[in-house]
């Protein structure tokens, strides 16, 4: 399963993995960069893969001083549909 997104909703990198931030929200969640590309013209498009529609995503909303305010655990699929973000299988 494939998310799509736009580049730009990277908020940090290193050397192995993006910050990903989620559209419409605070929640970020860190993925690996070998299961990330960017693709289109400039690179505008961030795909993400994960193994299937099942896999959980763990994200956070942290404070100014990176303290966890909030987070939680959901599936791909459940929270494409909830942010409105595309995918393919």
Not at 45 to 62: M, P, S, V, Y
Request: with cysteine; proline share 2%; charged share 25%.
């Amino acid at each position: 399963m494939k998310l799509h997104m736009q580049s730009n909703s990277i908020s940090a990198e290193t050397v192995n993995a993006f910050l990903i931030k989620l559209p419409g929200s605070e929640f970020k969640f860190w993925h690996p960069k070998k299961f990330c590309s960017l693709r289109g013209k400039g690179n505008y498009l961030l795909e993400i893969w994960f193994g299937n529609k099942d896999w959980k995503i763990k994200a956070q909303r942290t404070g100014t001083t990176f303290n966890v305010l909030d987070e939680f655990e959901d599936t791909v699929l459940a929270v494409a549909a909830k942010y409105n973000i595309k995918y393919s299988d």
